[in-house]
């Protein structure tokens, strides 16, 4: 076992870096500030890594999706990944796809004893026997020069989950997992330097989202979806080509949900009714 984060060889070979931080606000906004200082600084992203890490000991503002805040439990993950892509990248929103697949390759293996199995909930959270262990954040901004700072911030409950909140959530030593965050974190940057890979700027979508679809929650059955300012139920029948949710209305309309909080009959509710889509 690592008592160290560090970064594994793939990761190293392909020029990944890690920066180490003992306490933050927010890896991710760490990571953006650091895109910003380092562009004016070089004035130019040539002679980047191909990605920096920012990982921490103690996170003490997480951010989750949609303002939400992500709450810090000793002993978790929290790490995020700076990318610095050229604005000809197609679909970066794919990305946090590719995240959700390196981060389940990543914890995967380390679940053999527990006999449980990892799901992925649309669009990149992470579930354990039906409950909440890891949430993917992925933010954007377009840089002076035209290109695009993608950080991609990675939270995954490995020691504890936090309490009173107002759906299921897990943590892997919740069902006695010992894997620690330094392995964990060594097992995300060879994983996600794969998946990248497989994604190769856009052209291996078909192949990122198939992977994905092989580990999702819920495909065929009753979701809810709440958007800003409406809420859509219906059959989670797939996803299209950019991600996207495809949904079979219960009026009989089809539509693909681009964004939205998702819950399912079954995760949030045992009674079969839909629970609160808060993630
Ligand atoms: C979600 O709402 O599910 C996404 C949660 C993402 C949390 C991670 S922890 C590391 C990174 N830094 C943040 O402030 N948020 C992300």
Not at 13 to 38: D, V, W
Not at 112 to 140: H, V, Y
Request: glycine share 14%; aromatic share 8%; with cysteine.
């Amino acid at each position: 076992m690592s008592a160290e984060f560090v970064l594994g060889p793939k990761a190293v070979r392909a020029g990944y870096e890690l920066r180490h931080l003992q306490s933050t606000p927010s890896t991710n906004s760490h990571a953006l500030e650091f895109s910003i200082e380092a562009l004016s600084r070089a004035g130019k992203h040539e002679g980047m890594a191909p990605g920096i890490w920012f990982v921490a000991d103690r996170q003490t503002m997480g951010r989750g999706r949609q303002g939400r805040r992500w709450i810090w439990h000793e002993g978790n993950l929290a790490a995020s990944l700076l990318l610095i892509l050229p604005s000809t990248v197609r679909a970066p929103q794919i990305l946090s796809f590719v995240a959700a697949n390196a981060l389940a390759d990543a914890v995967e293996p380390f679940l053999g004893g527990t006999g449980e199995e990892l799901r992925l909930k649309w669009p990149n959270d992470l579930l354990l026997s039906g409950g909440k262990l890891a949430g993917i954040l992925l933010e954007a901004r377009t840089m002076g020069n035209g290109c695009r700072a993608v950080a991609l911030g990675f939270g995954l409950n490995v020691k504890g989950a936090p309490e009173n909140i107002s759906y299921p959530v897990a943590s892997l030593a919740g069902f006695g997992c010992d894997a620690d965050r330094h392995c964990l974190f060594r097992a995300l940057g060879e994983s996600w330097h794969e998946n990248y890979c497989l994604w190769n700027d856009g052209h291996g979508t078909a192949r990122v989202l198939s992977r994905w679809r092989n580990r999702a929650h819920g495909l065929g059955g009753a979701v809810r979806i709440e958007g800003p300012g409406k809420a859509v139920e219906g059959i989670f029948l797939d996803i299209d080509g950019d991600g996207h949710l495809i949904l079979l209305q219960n009026d009989g309309q089809r539509t693909h949900v681009a964004s939205g909080d998702v819950s399912f009959s079954d995760v949030d509710r045992p009674d079969g009714r839909f629970g609160k889509g808060e993630r």
